[in-house]
């Protein structure tokens, strides 16, 4: 397979190609043709854009933001003219890296089209990063040329990530883009050609970076179209960054696959979204169930009964959460468990295939079991590590934790699962220290390294706590230089002082003080496991 993919590339640069695993160390890949049936040459961006023209739909709504709506043609013109400018003034190769950094919005998606036509592969990146984590990203995939909005160019500079082009009021890329022609031929690249970058955090901090092909990107639509069913006159809202796969999917790739129209949030939060819902009687939605569970308490609460579909992923959906919405808002949420390394979501249910409480069965050409530590298969019935295999697989780009997801073919997404005897999947934990709290993923190493960076701090330990509205909540336990210092006040500095160093989300809602040094193994490693019994000392909310 892999002197195949070598020999069928577009790719002049191979940086990707050559940062992949080797192939005895890639998991079994399974495309029923009845279900994923693609030519050996494609390019996913021109499938998902000249496609929808050639079927007529160049005049429909594609996405909107605020009072911009932009026609599936008008996205065409710019991503060309982009793609144009990224091959004639920066000289971008079939293979080179792009990076991508922007809120949601058509312009961010235009660039992201345009990265693809040209060949090259695009490396998402969340606006909330700060300079470190950049670092780290860019570090990794070597980009060629950033691709930023207006504003958000400053962490970006720091980072030392080389040549930028700004979009936005003024924008050096809109400037160069306005003397583009419009027209721009689609490189013709292999359906197994790479052409996502997608970052995900890992327990250390350092990110793994998934790499996903041309394929990969038409795959997660059509696997999930017996769940959504979406239709041209759909109406795609979402809360999710685009620099997540389970927000590029349920807000670009879908809805451009069905010739869909997406409106995009012009502020966070689930009140915005929610009048977002009512102003534009949005009928499919993606989002976390943090965030339905905040629409059911909106007062005044905006009419949201446009939604035949409400998708719920990132994090665990309660069956309590599920019955709440189901009562107040008359929607049965859409379940769903997906992975960076695995795209988007694997399994699901739908209408009346759903069973409250549980996850869903693997959709259409995906295989589930569970197993335990050792590899063996667990009985239904009992808990154990959930593993999968389907079209789409985990290929960490130049990372030797691909042997730890990819394991005798099988992807193990770190999930904890039970399966019943109906084949219904049952979530019951994450396997490793990974906290997600309203389905944002934060490693708990990355808290604490910030956390040391102050210098009140001796030692820190972080690990998730349970919380009625987050799912989860950073919950971070401090042993001070002078423990007599312990104030609220500065618990407080503690949490600015993270948001300042990495992404504000990630900063600890809670602070417990420690009088004793941390607790630690016997070769001097932090316990995490140890950590919720100092629960009794000084706690800082």
């Known amino acids: 397979m892999r002197a195949d993919l070598d020999a069928a590339t577009a790719h002049v640069d191979r940086f990707v190609l050559d940062g992949l695993p080797p192939a005895e160390h890639w998991p079994e890949i399974r495309l029923d043709e009845s279900l994923y049936c693609y030519p050996d040459r494609l390019n996913a961006a021109a499938v998902l854009l000249d496609g929808a023209i050639e079927r007529g739909w160049g005049s429909h709504p594609c996405m909107g933001l605020g009072d911009d709506l932009w026609t599936y043609a008008e996205v065409a013109d710019c991503a060309n003219r982009i793609a144009a400018v990224l091959v004639d003034d920066y000289g971008i190769v079939p293979g080179n890296r792009v990076l991508l950094r922007g809120a949601n919005a058509p312009w961010m998606v235009a660039a992201w089209l345009a990265v693809l036509k040209a060949g090259a592969v695009a490396v998402t990146t969340m606006p909330l990063l700060r300079a470190a984590e950049l670092a780290k990203v860019i570090s990794k995939c070597e980009p060629s040329v950033s691709l930023c909005e207006a504003g958000m160019e400053a962490e970006l500079h720091r980072a030392a990530g080389g040549p930028i082009a700004i979009w936005g009021p003024n924008g050096d890329l809109n400037t160069a883009a306005a003397a583009k022609s419009g027209e721009f031929a689609a490189v013709d690249t292999a359906a197994t050609d790479p052409a996502l970058l997608a970052s995900t955090s890992g327990t ?27 239709r041209s006159d759909d109406v795609f809202v979402g809360s999710p960054p685009l620099a997540f796969t389970f927000g590029l999917g349920g807000e670009v790739v879908f809805p451009m696959r069905a010739g869909a129209c997406t409106w995009f949030c012009e502020e966070p939060g689930p009140a915005a979204l929610a009048e977002l819902i009512a102003e534009r009687r949005a009928t499919v939605c993606f989002s976390s169930p943090t965030a339905y569970r905040a629409m059911v308490a909106l007062d005044p609460r905006p009419d949201v009964s446009s939604l035949r579909c409400g998708v719920s992923a990132g994090e665990w959906l309660p069956q309590s959460t599920f019955e709440l919405v189901e009562s107040e808002l008359g929607l049965r949420l859409t379940d769903g468990i997906g992975a960076t390394e695995l795209l988007h979501i694997f399994i699901s249910a739908a209408d009346a295939q759903i069973r409250p409480g549980s996850t869903g069965k693997p959709l ?52 904890v699962y039970v399966r019943d005897a109906d084949g219904y999947f049952w979530y019951q934990a994450r396997a490793d220290d990974m906290i997600i709290s309203a389905g944002y993923n934060i490693a708990a190493p990355e808290v604490e390294e910030a956390l040391l960076s102050h210098e009140a701090v001796a030692e820190a330990g972080v690990i998730g706590s349970p919380d009625a509205h987050r799912g989860m909540v950073v919950h971070a336990f401090v042993h001070l230089r002078d423990p007599s210092s312990a104030t609220d006040s500065l618990a407080c500095e503690l949490q600015n002082h993270v948001k300042a160093s990495i992404a504000p989300y990630k900063y600890p809602r809670r602070i417990t003080f420690c009088a004793e040094p941390l607790p630690t193994t016997p070769t001097g490693k932090l316990r995490r496991r140890g950590l919720s019994d100092l629960l009794g000392e000084d706690r800082r909310d």
């Open 364 to 415: 259409p050409g995906w295989e589930a079991a569970i197993f335990d530590a050792d590899g063996a298969p667990v009985p239904d019935g009992e808990a154990g590590l959930l593993a999968v295999k389907g079209p789409i697989g985990c290929r960490y780009l130049d990372d030797d934790r691909q042997t730890a997801y990819v394991r005798d073919g099988w992807n193990f997404t770190g999930d």
């Open 204 to 230: 250390t901090g350092d990110p793994k970076v998934a790499v996903h092909v041309h394929r990969d990107l038409l795959a997660i639509a059509d696997g999930i179209e017996p769940i959504l069913q979406a």
